[in-house]
């Protein structure tokens, strides 16, 4: 069952880099072939998505090398999704910055950067081995590393300095539980360890393996104790960068969590479960909070970023059929919502020639077509029908109240309350508010056509998912089924051995 | 004041390094060795000489910078993984050729796997020098 589809969502980017770095110095060309790029991961990801949904988990041997000795790839219908999910990010972003007079990039290689940190994802989405996954999250980490550290102000360094050290933490723990799986189980592939895992529950080393992956991925998927490198760096870099970040980097550790924490080491009736749920909670609070009293567009994204990143591991940690797909539902309408907010931050920024919400303003009479697309992931994200995130938060909150967790239910409707705050804030802030008499405006100020398709293409997969949620929601439930039946991820890596 | 000695030993040795590196490269398949650790012979042996014969030396000889002969080898590794994938095997699958009787190193199996290391050869090789060459430069600018 060997499929070549599999590496291409993960290979096409990373060929673009090097063709993007051979022009180096030729930026009208990176814009191009970044469009171009776009296409085939979109076009790849359909065909390997449309692949899985008809027949199945599909694994691709790496070499010819027989799993669990070789480096697997296994796409089943949760890594196909999300593969298909960052193609429409890619594809997004490369629209935004099609136009070169509105977005200027300030270093030759942030193009080449960004293809790589997008190949990253893929691959980490689609890899079936554990090592080959803590690889895949050091690219990510170098490339979004240098990516921040490009912006020039002291702060930008600042930021990215808590980013590298906190997720540097991050890889050691990673790497450690590595090591005490392999020393344990003797084999790195998903699958094997799942499969031989099973044999010896209760071993104390191997609570203290899954107690390290759980701290590893925490950080990566900035849960509450350890998200502070998150606000700190992000808004720093340019909008097509932050929005990238936003929308794909935390939602890999998210990724990370879920697959380790339902084929490897099943959450229900551990003491994890208990930790995964105050944690989830105190994360959705936290965000929301620190969201409160910022009053800089994107920062204020950032913090919700980490106050929804509570919702998705509140859906993994309530452990029911209905929770889990309300997690991937959840999942998927986030990274679309996410990054394109991000990028109507820029384009905000670019209009109003600051970042700051107390200097802009006015957005609504001059650009009346930018307010309207931007209440779509702006209300999608609050949690307004019929949009994607009405149905994320309905079914999470439907999960609680299945599992009787009143508290749950109660900090939810909070923090929902709190999302609409926000998102008001921003738009009387941005948008409805006359321009401040001292606001120095930039002279070029209507945006190109590629930053608004950029934008309109996201808008289209968050109305979409809220309007069809009748056609998304069964995938997700089919993804559920998937992740709480271990043998049959087992069997189609393994096979009947 | 010149470093004289280093200079004379330096043309002897540099060579030298260079054959091993290549010895190291084809001999890498089954038996200890590689590109890797190939390139990291080959860096040592520009190294050296730049370091005792100064930094200009070596790149007014070179047509390419080294930034760009670490990116072909990186794109080579690339190529000769795709390779596989144009003949319907798993993508890095190794596709074997013929057989040489090379020199020294014995039985030469021709095929994907040694290009693929040639191309870890050249970028280690381009990224090692390229970085040792930047802190040289940087050490002599105080």
Same mark, same amino acid.
């Given at each position: 069952?060997?499929?070549?589809?599999?590496?291409?969502?993960?290979?096409?980017?990373?060929?673009?880099?090097?063709?993007?770095?051979?022009?180096?110095?030729?930026?009208?060309?990176?814009?191009?072939?970044?469009?171009?790029?776009?296409?085939?991961?979109?076009?790849?990801?359909?065909?390997?998505?449309?692949?899985?949904?008809?027949?199945?988990?599909?694994?691709?041997?790496?070499?010819?090398?027989?799993?669990?000795?070789?480096?697997?790839?296994?796409?089943?219908?949760?890594?196909?999704?999300?593969?298909?999910?960052?193609?429409?990010?890619?594809?997004?972003?490369?629209?935004?910055?099609?136009?070169?007079?509105?977005?200027?990039?300030?270093?030759?290689?942030?193009?080449?950067?960004?293809?790589?940190?997008?190949?990253?994802?893929?691959?980490?989405?689609?890899?079936?081995?554990?090592?080959?996954?803590?690889?895949?999250?050091?690219?990510?980490?170098?490339?979004?590393?240098?990516?921040?550290?490009?912006?020039?102000?002291?702060?930008?360094?600042?930021?990215?300095?808590?980013?590298?050290?906190?997720?540097?933490?991050?890889?050691?723990?990673?790497?450690?539980?590595?090591?005490?799986?392999?020393?344990?189980?003797?084999?790195?592939?998903?699958?094997?360890?799942?499969?031989?895992?099973?044999?010896?529950?209760?071993?104390?080393?191997?609570?203290?393996?899954?107690?390290?992956?759980?701290?590893?991925?925490?950080?990566?998927?900035?849960?509450?104790?350890?998200?502070?490198?998150?606000?700190?760096?992000?808004?720093?870099?340019?909008?097509?960068?932050?929005?990238?970040?936003?929308?794909?980097?935390?939602?890999?550790?998210?990724?990370?969590?879920?697959?380790?924490?339902?084929?490897?080491?099943?959450?229900?009736?551990?003491?994890?479960?208990?930790?995964?749920?105050?944690?989830?909670?105190?994360?959705?609070?936290?965000?929301?909070?620190?969201?409160?009293?910022?009053?800089?567009?994107?920062?204020?994204?950032?913090?919700?970023?980490?106050?929804?990143?509570?919702?998705?591991?509140?859906?993994?940690?309530?452990?029911?059929?209905?929770?889990?797909?309300?997690?991937?539902?959840?999942?998927?309408?986030?990274?679309?919502?996410?990054?394109?907010?991000?990028?109507?931050?820029?384009?905000?920024?670019?209009?109003?020639?600051?970042?700051?919400?107390?200097?802009?303003?006015?957005?609504?009479?001059?650009?009346?077509?930018?307010?309207?697309?931007?209440?779509?992931?702006?209300?999608?994200?609050?949690?307004?029908?019929?949009?994607?995130?009405?149905?994320?938060?309905?079914?999470?909150?439907?999960?609680?109240?299945?599992?009787?967790?009143?508290?749950?239910?109660?900090?939810?409707?909070?923090?929902?309350?709190?999302?609409?705050?926000?998102?008001?804030?921003?738009?009387?802030?941005?948008?409805?508010?006359?321009?401040?008499?001292?606001?120095?405006?930039?002279?070029?100020?209507?945006?190109?056509?590629?930053?608004?398709?950029?934008?309109?293409?996201?808008?289209?997969?968050?109305?979409?998912?809220?309007?069809?949620?009748?056609?998304?929601?069964?995938?997700?439930?089919?993804?559920?089924?998937?992740?709480?039946?271990?043998?049959?991820?087992?069997?189609?890596?393994?096979?009947?051995? | 004041?010149?470093?004289?000695?280093?200079?004379?030993?330096?043309?002897?040795?540099?060579?030298?390094? @260079? !054959?091993?590196?290549?010895? %190291?490269?084809?001999?890498?398949? =089954?038996? +200890?060795?590689?590109?890797? &650790?190939? *390139?990291?012979?080959?860096?040592?042996?520009?190294?050296?000489?730049?370091?005792?014969?100064?930094?200009?030396?070596?790149?007014?000889?070179?047509?390419?910078?080294?930034?760009?002969?670490?990116?072909?080898?990186?794109? @080579? !590794?690339?190529?000769?993984? %795709?390779?596989?994938?144009?003949? =319907?095997? +798993?993508?890095?699958?190794? &596709?074997? *050729?013929?057989?040489?009787?090379?020199?020294?190193?014995?039985?030469?199996?021709?095929?994907?796997?040694?290009?693929?290391?040639?191309?870890?050869?050249?970028?280690?090789?381009?990224?090692?020098?390229?970085?040792?060459?930047?802190?040289?430069?940087?050490?002599?600018?105080?």
């Amino acid at each position: 069952m060997n499929s070549n589809l599999l590496i291409l969502p993960a290979i096409v980017p990373f060929v673009f880099a090097l063709v993007m770095l051979w022009l180096r110095g030729r930026e009208g060309a990176a814009r191009y072939l970044a469009l171009l790029s776009g296409v085939i991961q979109s076009i790849v990801a359909a065909l390997l998505f449309k692949l899985v949904l008809s027949e199945g988990t599909q694994t691709l041997e790496i070499g010819g090398w027989e799993a669990p000795f070789g480096i697997t790839f296994v796409a089943d219908l949760l890594s196909a999704s999300l593969a298909l999910v960052t193609s429409f990010v890619s594809l997004a972003i490369a629209l935004y910055i099609s136009v070169e007079k509105d977005e200027p990039i300030t270093h030759p290689f942030t193009l080449p950067l960004l293809q790589l940190l997008l190949s990253s994802v893929y691959g980490a989405f689609l890899t079936g081995d554990l090592f080959n996954l803590f690889v895949w999250f050091e690219v990510m980490l170098i490339t979004s590393f240098v990516l921040l550290s490009f912006g020039d102000a002291k702060q930008a360094i600042g930021g990215a300095i808590k980013y590298v050290l906190l997720n540097l933490v991050s890889s050691v723990l990673f790497l450690t539980a590595i090591g005490l799986l392999y020393g344990k189980t003797g084999t790195l592939n998903f699958a094997h360890i799942a499969a031989r895992v099973g044999h010896l529950s209760n071993e104390p080393l191997l609570i203290g393996a899954a107690t390290l992956l759980f701290c590893a991925f925490s950080i990566k998927a900035a849960l509450f104790p350890v998200h502070f490198w998150l606000p700190a760096s992000y808004h720093h870099t340019p909008a097509f960068v932050s929005a990238t970040f936003g929308g794909l980097l935390t939602k890999v550790g998210v990724y990370a969590m879920i697959r380790t924490f339902t084929l490897v080491f099943p959450l229900q009736g551990t003491w994890l479960q208990t930790a995964l749920w105050i944690i989830s909670i105190a994360t959705m609070l936290f965000g929301v909070l620190g969201a409160a009293s910022q009053m800089n567009f994107r920062r204020i994204l950032s913090f919700h970023i980490i106050s929804q990143i509570g919702y998705m591991t509140l859906g993994l940690a309530l452990w029911s059929p209905l929770a889990l797909s309300a997690a991937v539902f959840y999942l998927l309408h986030h990274i679309i919502a996410k990054t394109n907010l991000f990028l109507f931050g820029g384009l905000a920024a670019r209009l109003c020639g600051s970042d700051d919400l107390r200097k802009q303003g006015g957005l609504y009479s001059s650009h009346l077509p930018t307010a309207i697309l931007f209440l779509i992931p702006a209300l999608s994200l609050a949690g307004m029908p019929p949009l994607s995130g009405f149905f994320a938060k309905l079914l999470v909150l439907q999960a609680a109240l299945e599992a009787h967790s009143l508290i749950s239910v109660i900090c939810m409707l909070l923090v929902g309350l709190a999302t609409m705050y926000s998102m008001i804030k921003i738009w009387s802030e941005a948008f409805w508010k006359p321009a401040p008499a001292d606001a120095v405006r930039p002279s070029n100020r209507t945006p190109s056509a590629g930053a608004y398709l950029g934008v309109a293409y996201l808008a289209l997969f968050t109305v979409f998912i809220g309007v069809g949620a009748g056609y998304v929601f069964p995938i997700c439930e089919r993804i559920a089924g998937e992740l709480l039946d271990q043998g049959c991820y087992i069997h189609a890596v393994l096979g009947e051995r | 004041m010149s470093p004289f000695l280093l200079r004379t030993s330096v043309k002897f040795i540099a060579p030298i390094q @260079l !054959a091993l590196a290549l010895y %190291f490269l084809l001999r890498g398949h =089954n038996e +200890p060795g590689g590109g890797f &650790i190939g *390139g990291l012979a080959a860096a040592s042996a520009v190294l050296l000489y730049g370091l005792s014969f100064g930094i200009q030396e070596v790149e007014s000889k070179l047509p390419v910078s080294w930034f760009s002969f670490a990116l072909f080898g990186l794109s @080579l !590794a690339v190529f000769s993984a %795709f390779i596989s994938v144009f003949v =319907n095997q +798993p993508f890095f699958t190794g &596709i074997w *050729g013929p057989e040489l009787y090379a020199p020294l190193v014995g039985k030469l199996k021709l095929g994907t796997v040694l290009l693929f290391d040639i191309g870890v050869f050249c970028l280690v090789m381009g990224f090692g020098v390229g970085l040792g060459f930047t802190f040289f430069a940087k050490e002599a600018e105080r």
